[in-house]
């Protein structure tokens, strides 16, 4: 299947036998579990998809907190976008419970790598790339790729599911989308976060191989584990196409010694970012948000 834009508008495909697709990002095709489903009557197969459903329900309860950008918001257009944002993730909180009901299953505390991954960042360089961008980028191969893919679609609760999965999907790819075009807006402002925000892709990349081993004893004989490593290459060259297409990532990987230096600006500018508090802006940038106070309009209107 050829890869799709990466955007609100994309089309939904629908695979002939396959239950719905969702065409790929921009940056590369969707990736092929090769018709590989769990069970959803076994009780292994249960609890991992129970795990990872666990994992997405806790991501959608943080990214309510993107609410809190709001305060911070630097124009009316950020303003609208974490409203509207905020109320989509809260959308998206009630409708994985939804699914935890039709599955009959309970979810379980979050894995602590997702927790580390899902902390609110106040530092709005950060913030964009980290989140909306990357994060929110890697949900949505998780709900494009995992769940739509690998739920059966012979079990009758799962139509229901894929078309609430559908309209998640769809939403995501609003939130990918304002974390890109600021993460450009900002490098085209400030080029010296190309450096860190690499720096710090590396680091991501490298958290990538410690899941596959992580399930490698079980992914054997699973028919839809044992496509872990492939589907975690998947994801690692995407985000490495995504960075290259956002600017920050070089076109051939540098050496180890480059590679150290920028994960050690991604650190520090990491560091920074724990240390970093909202401002508010609104109050002092309404009037010409709104359109006042600009040349060519009266200064004031007499009686
Ligand atoms: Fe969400
Ligand atoms: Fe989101």
């Known amino acids: 299947m050829r890869a799709g834009p990466a955007s609100p508008s994309a089309e939904v495909g629908l695979a002939a036998g396959a239950g719905p697709r969702y065409p790929g990002p921009m940056d590369a095709p969707p990736y092929d579990f090769g018709g590989a489903t769990f069970d959803l009557a076994s009780p292994s197969d249960r609890e991992l998809v129970r795990f990872i459903l666990s994992q997405v329900l806790y991501g959608e309860a943080t990214g309510v907190y993107c609410g809190k950008s709001l305060y911070a918001a630097g124009s009316l257009e950020a303003a609208r976008f974490y409203l509207r944002q905020a109320r989509q993730e809260l959308n998206h909180l009630e409708l994985f419970a939804d699914v935890f009901r039709k599955l009959e299953m309970e979810p379980m505390p979050a894995h602590w790598v997702v927790k580390l991954l899902s902390a609110h960042n106040n530092y709005y360089p950060l913030k964009v790339m980290m989140e909306h961008a990357l994060g929110e980028g890697m949900v949505l191969d998780i ?3 995992v769940l739509l ?4 679609d012979h079990d009758p609760r799962v139509a229901d599911i894929k078309k609430k999965l559908l ?12 974390g890109e075009k ?7 402002e400030q080029p ?16 990538a191989p410690m899941i596959v081993r992580a399930f490698a ?9 044992a496509h872990l490593p492939g589907f975690v290459g998947y994801v690692r060259a995407r985000m490495w196409k995504q960075a290259q297409r956002l600017g920050f990532a070089p076109a051939e990987r540098p050496g180890l010694p480059r590679r150290v230096w ?3 600006w991604g650190v520090a500018l990491f560091v920074r970012s724990q240390f970093a508090r909202s401002h508010s802006r609104l109050e002092h940038i309404y009037i010409s948000e709104l359109g006042f106070g600009r040349p060519g309009l009266p200064a004031e209107v007499g009686p």
Not at 167 to 178: D, L, P
Request: glycine share 4%; with cysteine.
């Open 143 to 145: 709900f494009r790729e």
């Open 149 to 152: 893919q690998t739920l059966p």
């Open 167 to 178: 309209v998640v999907c769809r939403e995501e790819e609003e939130h990918v989308a304002w």
């Open 182 to 188: 600021e993460t450009m807006r900002l490098l085209a």
């Open 192 to 207: 010296w976060l190309r450096t860190p925000y690499y720096g710090l892709l590396e680091l991501q990349l490298s958290v």
């Open 217 to 225: 004893a079980r992914a054997e004989g699973h028919p839809v584990l």
């Open 262 to 264: 920028a994960m050690a």
